[in-house]
């Protein structure tokens, strides 16, 4: 029985009529086209989510590290490695240890509020000489400064302090230009150590030491965060620093899907819909089958099939087509975007896909309710034998 049920369902799907049914027949294929357009949409739009976050967080934690420590005192940095090899179970890839000081950078008839960064390690990125600066890509250009220009430094605490009277200032060459893509890039200057102390003293009250850890599984940070809070230690992890920027990012997908849902729900009422059309226009026919034996639920099972092979027609081409855009896309990039825009220029999309286990369940469940309501309100409330 449920094999004739279903070449029921099936032969309507593909028997060509003319007339009133085949104009209801036409808007539920319209019906599937809006689903298969929508859920495509969706499927692509999650994925470029996927992709945009998975590449920002690779390009992120390129700059930033897994856990930062912040302190106002020079702790000795193998101190912290021993507290995370005592925890962690990969271990640590390399650490960072800076110290820090706001200060004040003039060029001719240009000054600056920047931030001094002295790298105290050998693992850092940036590597200066001696007697050498490097400046960030956008403080560059807002001082339009070049490579071997001579540009002064000045501490703004003593200036202060002195009531603008000490106006000493230290004298450096531009080494070369850094470019991280963040807003470090408006107010950093990378100093060699020696002559960061020229300018504050060893243990400034207004220094500030970070040592950044690069782990070798980022996924243990949170685990190594809570261990290092119970020491009271000032620390902060990746996700931490980046939860907002994450959560806004979340907020701009969630809303286009909001629209994308309404549109798809609109495409799963209308095939649902066209049920009521079908009913009416087929009562000879439904009459014929009561006739043969079949009975109303199962007459009810055919249009209940008929919905679900067109959503989930509508679910697999939309899959496919997905499948081939997404990997044209990450083969050619053939969409581009800025990355002084969006930190990264590389648009790639990955298919989350037990996001799309839940979204065909989903479909699956509302097409069968859908359906059940239009073709059983219809069947029973139509008489028949008129």
Same mark, same amino acid.
């Given at each position: 029985?449920?094999?004739?049920?279903?070449?029921?369902?099936?032969?309507?799907? !593909?028997?060509?009529?003319?007339?009133?049914?085949?104009?209801? @027949? +036409?808007?539920?294929?319209?019906?599937?086209?809006?689903?298969?357009?929508?859920?495509?949409?969706?499927?692509?739009?999650?994925?470029?989510?996927?992709?945009?976050?998975?590449?920002?967080?690779?390009?992120?934690?390129?700059?930033?590290?897994?856990?930062? %420590?912040?302190?106002?005192?020079?702790?000795?940095?193998?101190?912290?490695?021993?507290?995370?090899?005592?925890?962690?179970?990969?271990?640590?890839?390399?650490?960072?240890?800076?110290?820090?000081?706001?200060?004040?950078?003039?060029?001719?008839?240009?000054?600056?509020?920047?931030?001094?960064?002295?790298?105290?390690?050998?693992?850092?990125?940036?590597?200066?000489?001696?007697?050498?600066?490097?400046?960030?890509?956008?403080?560059?250009?807002?001082? +339009?400064?070049?490579?071997?220009?001579?540009?002064?430094?000045?501490?703004?605490?003593?200036?202060?302090?002195?009531?603008?009277?000490?106006?000493?200032?230290?004298?450096?060459?531009?080494?070369?230009?850094?470019?991280?893509?963040?807003?470090?890039?408006?107010?950093?200057?990378?100093?060699?150590?020696?002559?960061?102390?020229?300018?504050?003293?060893?243990?400034?009250?207004? !220094?500030?030491?970070?040592?950044?850890?690069?782990?070798?599984?980022?996924?243990?940070?949170?685990?190594?965060?809570?261990?290092?809070?119970?020491?009271?230690?000032?620390?902060?992890?990746?996700?931490?620093?980046?939860?907002?920027?994450?959560?806004?990012?979340?907020?701009?997908?969630?809303?286009?899907?909001?629209?994308?849902?309404?549109?798809?729900?609109?495409?799963?009422?209308?095939?649902?819909?066209?049920?009521?059309?079908?009913?009416?226009?087929?009562?000879?026919?439904?009459? $014929?089958?009561?006739?043969?034996?079949? @009975?109303?639920?199962?007459?009810?099972?055919?249009?209940?099939?008929?919905?679900?092979?067109?959503?989930?027609?509508? &679910?697999?081409?939309?899959? %496919?087509?997905?499948?081939?855009?997404?990997?044209?896309?990450? !083969?050619?990039?053939? %969409?581009?975007?800025?990355?002084?825009?969006?930190?990264?220029?590389?648009?790639?999309?990955? %298919?989350?896909?037990?996001?799309?286990?839940?979204?065909?369940?989903? &479909?699956?469940?509302?097409?069968? $309710?859908?359906?059940?309501?239009?073709?059983?309100?219809?069947?029973?409330?139509?008489?028949?034998?008129?």
């Amino acid at each position: 029985m449920i094999k004739l049920i279903f070449n029921i369902a099936l032969k309507f799907i !593909s028997y060509k009529i003319k007339g009133r049914l085949g104009f209801v @027949r +036409k808007t539920f294929y319209l019906g599937a086209i809006g689903l298969t357009l929508s859920v495509l949409s969706l499927i692509l739009l999650n994925s470029v989510e996927n992709g945009y976050k998975y590449n920002l967080k690779t390009r992120l934690l390129k700059l930033e590290s897994d856990i930062e %420590i912040v302190s106002d005192n020079h702790t000795n940095s193998s101190l912290y490695l021993e507290l995370i090899q005592s925890m962690s179970e990969k271990g640590v890839k390399r650490f960072c240890t800076s110290v820090s000081n706001p200060s004040i950078i003039k060029y001719l008839n240009y000054s600056e509020g920047v931030k001094i960064v002295s790298y105290q390690t050998n693992d850092c990125d940036l590597f200066v000489k001696k007697g050498n600066v490097i400046l960030g890509e956008k403080l560059k250009d807002k001082l +339009k400064v070049k490579i071997d220009d001579k540009v002064l430094f000045v501490n703004p605490f003593v200036l202060v302090e002195s009531l603008g009277l000490n106006k000493k200032s230290t004298s450096l060459n531009v080494q070369s230009f850094a470019e991280s893509g963040t807003p470090d890039d408006r107010y950093l200057v990378v100093m060699h150590p020696e002559d960061f102390l020229s300018i504050y003293s060893q243990n400034s009250k207004y !220094s500030t030491i970070n040592t950044k850890i690069y782990l070798n599984d980022s996924s243990e940070q949170d685990l190594i965060k809570a261990y290092f809070d119970r020491y009271q230690l000032d620390s902060y992890t990746f996700n931490q620093k980046y939860e907002n920027t994450y959560n806004s990012l979340d907020q701009v997908f969630e809303t286009i899907s909001i629209i994308l849902y309404f549109f798809m729900a609109l495409a799963i009422i209308n095939i649902t819909s066209s049920i009521w059309l079908i009913v009416e226009s087929k009562r000879n026919q439904i009459r $014929f089958l009561m006739l043969a034996g079949l @009975r109303k639920k199962q007459i009810s099972l055919v249009f209940i099939i008929v919905s679900l092979i067109m959503i989930v027609s509508s &679910f697999v081409i939309a899959f %496919i087509l997905s499948e081939l855009l997404i990997f044209i896309q990450n !083969s050619y990039e053939i %969409i581009s975007i800025s990355s002084n825009v969006y930190i990264i220029s590389k648009l790639e999309g990955i %298919i989350d896909y037990s996001y799309l286990a839940y979204l065909f369940l989903s &479909f699956i469940s509302l097409g069968v $309710f859908f359906s059940s309501i239009a073709s059983l309100k219809s069947i029973y409330k139509t008489d028949f034998h008129a």
